[in-house]
């Protein structure tokens, strides 16, 4: 064993430094969250490079998305090894696979030339229009495109799709042979009539391990280039993605991997943990390391994250370890339930403006939330109380195509004639066709789009419950007012983050929110237990973000006043204390009898009107009232977004409706 200079081997446990200091060859480290994989592989790399095993050019350091390879080369350049000092390549697979294509192409495909396709959409588009389907559905669309790249990643093509994408319990956005032809559709039109190529992301992947796999003058030349190679967050690789690796390997197993099996949360794309967890089967002599000391968390958020995946079940439960914290203690987690969620971003933001004055740098905190749709109301909080925030991956929710395709339209109609209805209906009527239909559509983009529409609309509720006689037009100008006060994003503000996005980063504290049923899991995960174990694993890798404050928060409505319809997640059980502060909410189902009579009593009076069912009362509202049971005008008035003009003019036969299907009535 060749030992290491002190900069690679300094501040490493014999655990990390048995990992670091293995010969050349195939190294496997498993570990949990906050054990030091990372750190462990950049040394690793380093110290291939000191010890003259290989050259830094040489080295091929792998990971999943743009930002983790940056963290990577961040880490390799603090060790000398990359940028100016040497030049260890860390890169995304996609990154990695366009620069090699990029060049073997002209020998292996001469002539023939090809292009990047970035998005699939456009042409997703084009050939559904081709097929005869409704390409000026977006989300349908946008629908396509990601069930076609999760069957080309996961190694399928258009004649295998069916049948894998029922096994795998994909959410189609239509039936799975009218998916098949346009993915059929769509490979064929990628290929020119003169032969010339459109290439996606996948497509990249596939054609450079294809190349490296027929052509042994060219796999030679990269094998001649390439001797070493790292992998990161390794339970996250899809299947053409360990083709390529194959590919670049051929048979020489000079491969370092890390993972975490219980950090699998990106198996909706087409990843999975099963390369990681069949390494050693792969590579018998493989050097095999588990790290179990976490530097991350303090012991008491440790413990936590112990408690939340030792329920875990299934394969990947098997490869469960049990972390041990090596910091010294801090506070316990704080677990607050709320009774609607206007409260809980109440909660949180006074409980971060508390960090702030106590000294903790904005850039050290963070929110984590399940879905996109939620980070709007946190920058809201954020941007009224004067606290510099970003969103991290994502743009934030003004910015949003729908939102702007939103405020564009209101905009426009409010310089038109008032419309005559009250100004949230006539919100939500402007907004249906961008797609804020009635009934939560299905299909995850526009489920996306419409949860997004829907935020407006209650934005708009908030701004009319604060100020009853505003007008359409004034409310519009409030609503643009907000969007135009937002901070510009900064680099130094709180993080707000998707539980997703947040893999593999750390902050010393995190606040993980809409810790209720339906959101964490999300609404349709509960369906089988593998998304359920997803939802899980998400969970976990959420709280091991965290350094030393953990703050998990709930709540048990979704608006102000509305009735309380939520219960706080089935993964806190057992771990939260069942407080006081955390009632059984009265009621959480409508009332089915309530509920049909208020339906047929809409369908009544919106016939008998001549308007929209939706335009005497969303959906949204009937459920709540069925949720509820008003007895009187003022209870009626507590519904999010009922109102008094409404009242007056339906109030008592609500009521009676109500009254007359009580529980208690029949
Ligand atoms: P994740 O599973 O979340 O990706 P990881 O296993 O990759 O986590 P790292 O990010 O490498 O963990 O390390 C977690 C934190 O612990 C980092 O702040 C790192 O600097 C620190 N750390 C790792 N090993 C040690 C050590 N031996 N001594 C002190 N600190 C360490
Ligand atoms: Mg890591």
Known sequence: MTSGSSRVVDGLDPDQLEAVLAPRG????????????????????????????????QVLAVTFTARAAAEMRERLESLGVSGPGGRVAAQTFHAAALRQLRYFWPMAMGDVRWQLLDHKFALVGRVARELGLDAADRDLLRDLASEIEWAKSSGHGPGGYAEAAAEARRDL????????????????AKVAPNGDRLLDFEDLLVFTTTILQADPSIAEEFRSRYRSFVVDEYQDVTPIQQNLLDAWLGTRDDLTVVGDANQ??????????????????????????????????????????????SRARGRIAGTRLTLVGQRSPGPEPVFSGYDDQVAEVVGVVAEIRRLLRAGVDASEIAVLYR?????????????????????????????????????????????????????????????????LTEAEPSGATARGRWQQ????????????????????????????????????????????????AAKGLEWDAVFL?????????????????????????LFYVGITRAREHLHLSWS???????????????????????????????????????????????????AAEGIMAANVMSSQMVKTIATVLPTSREELLTVRGFGVERADIIGDQILEVVDAHLPGAR
């Not at 309380?564 to 069942?578: G, I, N, Q, V, Y």
């Open 26 to 57: 195939p190294v496997c480290v498993l570990a949990g969250a906050g054990t030091g994989k990372t750190r462990t592989i950049t040394r690793r790399i380093a110290h291939l490079v000191d010890s003259g095993q290989v050259n830094p050019e």
């Open 173 to 188: 956005p239509s039936d799975p042979r009218t998916v098949s032809r346009v993915f059929a559709a769509y490979e064929e």
């Open 264 to 309: 699998t949360i990106y198996s909706f794309t087409g990843a999975t943990p099963e390369f990681l967890l069949g390494f050693t089967r792969r590579f018998p002599d493989a050097h095999l390391v588990r790290l179990q000391r976490d530097y991350r968390s303090t012991p008491q958020i440790v413990s936590l994250a112990n408690d939340a995946i």
């Open 371 to 435: 879905v996109n749709a939620q980070s709007e109301q946190y920058e809201e909080a954020l941007s009224d109380a004067g606290i510099d925030y970003r969103v991290r991956g994502e743009t934030g929710f003004f910015e949003r195509p729908e939102i702007v395709a939103a405020m564009r339209r209101l905009t426009s109609l409010a310089q038109g004639a008032p419309p005559p209805m009250p100004v949230v209906d006539a919100v939500r009527h402007a907004l249906h066709p961008i797609g």
């Open 453 to 500: 529409l829907l935020r407006l609309v209650e934005i708009v509720e908030a701004i009319v419950s604060a100020e009853p006689t505003l007008d359409f037009a004034s409310a519009v100008g409030a609503l643009r007012e907000r969007s135009t006060q937002r901070h510009a994003p900064v680099v130094d503000g709180v993080t707000l983050s998707t539980m997703h």
């Open 513 to 537: 929110t809409g810790l209720h049923e339906g959101s964490v899991p999300l609404g349709r995960a509960s369906t089988s237990v593998e998304d359920l174990e997803e939802e899980r694993r």
């Open 556 to 606: 048990l409505a979704r608006g102000e006043g509305r009735g309380a319809t939520r219960r706080r997640s089935r993964f806190l059980e057992a771990l939260a204390p069942t407080a006081a502060a955390d009632p059984e909410p009265e009621r959480t189902d409508p009332d089915p009898d309530v509920l049909a009579a208020l339906r047929s009593w809409r369908e009544r009076y919106a």
